[in-house]
């Protein structure tokens, strides 16, 4: 039964991904205002993937308005869908994920702002691109551990993420992700969260089997602001962590 519940869920997912795309690469040519056109067909593809893998929300926290600069952990690719189900936004994510088939000239389209975390030197021209979505009022999200995790802990922030922030004292807002499942299904630190050294495919078959489960995302009340990069850095991490709750 759960191998034919994953097949249904992996054929609706790859012909939901792959005619949203095509709507938005068609309907493109005649829209004027492309911000507004990629957040109607962004919002529509993550709505789909919480309706396709059955996923439920519940949200605490003030949600922040766009603009907003958002830092949060990272536990899987299931949380671009959470999040993105629940404000408008464009998130920053690895530069690998540009060479990904198909998924990369998704992201692309789909407004991802890429960064080479290996090269210094990248991270103010990513700045500058997220400081150019705030001005043009989009909403921002970024995952400062840099990978990943099983959800046992927060890993410590990379405070370059930070640097335009400390910089332009953009005021940042945080939230903490966490996923559990039902009681008899596989554990979630194994169903969501995306960890191990498996591909993307072989866990999306995983998670496909499961027949739901839940995302938590926590907001912050207030926003932090701060001109030292490795200082804010560590108070979002502690905030983060305050309100962390473990994967089982």
């Not at 308005?65 to 690719?77: C, D, R």
Request: charged share 25%; proline share 5%.
């Amino acid at each position: 039964m759960r191998n034919i519940r994953a097949a249904v869920r992996l054929f609706l997912f790859v012909t939901s991904t792959i005619g949203l795309h095509t709507v938005w690469f068609i309907v493109n040519i005649f829209i004027p205002n492309r911000i507004y056109w990629r957040q109607v067909i962004f919002a529509a593809w993550t709505k789909s993937f919480v309706r396709i893998s059955n996923m439920q929300i519940e949200v605490s926290g003030p949600l922040p308005k766009p603009p907003f600069f958002l830092v949060t952990n990272h536990l899987s690719y299931t949380d671009i869908a959470a999040l993105r189900a629940v404000l408008p936004g464009v998130f920053v994510a690895k530069k690998d994920i540009q060479g990904w088939f198909l998924a990369g000239r998704i992201c692309r389209d789909m407004g991802t702002i890429f960064i080479d975390r290996e090269n210094r030197r990248d991270i103010p021209r990513a700045g500058e691109q997220i400081l150019d979505r705030l001005e043009q009022g989009e909403g921002v999200v970024v995952f400062p551990e840099g990978t990943s995790t099983k959800g046992e802990t927060v890993l410590p922030f990379n405070s370059s993420f930070f640097e335009f922030a400390a910089k332009a004292r953009v005021p940042v807002s945080y939230a903490a992700l966490s996923y559990r499942t039902a009681e008899g299904e596989m554990p979630a630190h194994l169903a969501a969260c995306w960890w191990e050294d498996i591909s993307f495919f072989a866990h999306l078959w995983r998670l496909f089997k499961v027949k739901e489960y839940t995302a938590t995302i926590d907001f912050g009340e207030k926003t932090i602001t701060g001109s030292d990069r490795k200082e804010l850095a560590r108070e979002l991490h502690r905030k983060v962590s305050e309100k962390f709750k473990p994967v089982e």
